[in-house]
Antibody, heavy 118, light 108 residues
Framework: EVQLVESGGGLVKPGGSLRLSCAAS????????MNWVRQAPGKGLEWVSS????????YYADSVKGRFTISRDNAENSLYLQMNSLRAEDTAVYYC???????????WGQGTMVTVSS | EIVLTQSPGTLSLSPGERATLSCRAS???????LAWYQQKPGQAPRLLIY???SRATGIPDRFSGRGSGTDFTLTISRLEPEDFAVYYC?????????FGQGTKVEIK
């Protein structure tokens, strides 16, 4: 079964750091681009970051550039999001999603909640 | 950067009716990389349509997408009870891979 499972969310103080993980299974992980998308409580979807299969190229939303770092370990079938200098406005459910070419973000994880609060 | 604007914000319809959702891009979406997602409360988004008009695996044929350039439409031909949800369009041909703000389809 094709599956993505996020972990690592939790409560963190403003200015703190958190590392999210996304474990992939059921498909050839290295051949897919991977993405992080977040959703603040009661709000819409916000694309956060993307990384291609080889990790050569990474992309970030302006709202997280310089604070978040996306990475992946193809040997471990895992995707990561290192989040530093967290702000209250980073509070959201964070989803990982896979993508390949024109096929869109076709598989999503169940999400992990990040709360930034003092 | 491409900005997507969805309309209407909310669509109030009855089961069996036709739903037409609009997504307008601030500039042409490259290579037709335009997708639609459905999201229900407490659930992750689900891909419905990719490449403007291709249905994702398992998506019933009452869902259809069309459009080109900057104007795109998702149509649900006859609303089933399980179709009442929020729908998002997304362009993924260039970075940032933004989503529209969403259209809520609610029961009238």
């Amino acid at each position: 079964e094709v599956q993505l499972v996020e972990s690592g969310g939790g409560l963190v103080k403003p200015g703190g750091s958190l590392r999210l993980s996304c474990a992939a299974s059921g498909f050839t992980f290295s051949t897919y681009s991977m993405n992080w998308v977040r959703q603040a409580p009661g709000k819409g979807l916000e694309w956060v970051s993307s990384i291609i299969g080889s990790s050569i190229y990474t992309y970030y939303a302006d709202s997280v550039k310089g604070r978040f770092t996306i990475s992946r370990d193809n040997a471990e079938n895992s995707l990561y999001l290192q989040m530093n200098s967290l702000r209250a406005e980073d509070t959201a459910v964070y989803y990982c999603a896979r993508a390949k070419g024109v096929s869109g973000f076709d598989i999503w994880g169940q999400g992990t909640m990040v709360t930034v609060s003092s | 950067e491409i900005v997507l604007t969805q309309s209407p914000g909310t669509l109030s319809l009855s089961p069996g009716e036709r739903a037409t959702l609009s997504c307008r891009a601030s500039q042409s979406v490259g290579s037709g990389y335009l997708a639609w997602y459905q999201q229900k409360p407490g659930q992750a988004p689900r891909l419905l349509i990719y490449g403007i008009s291709s249905r994702a695996t398992g998506i019933p044929d009452r869902f259809s997408g069309r459009g080109s350039g900057t104007d795109f439409t998702l149509t649900i031909s006859r609303l089933e009870p399980e179709d009442f949800a929020v729908y998002y369009c997304q362009q993924y041909g260039s970075s940032p891979r933004r989503f529209g703000q969403g259209t809520k389809v609610e029961i009238k």
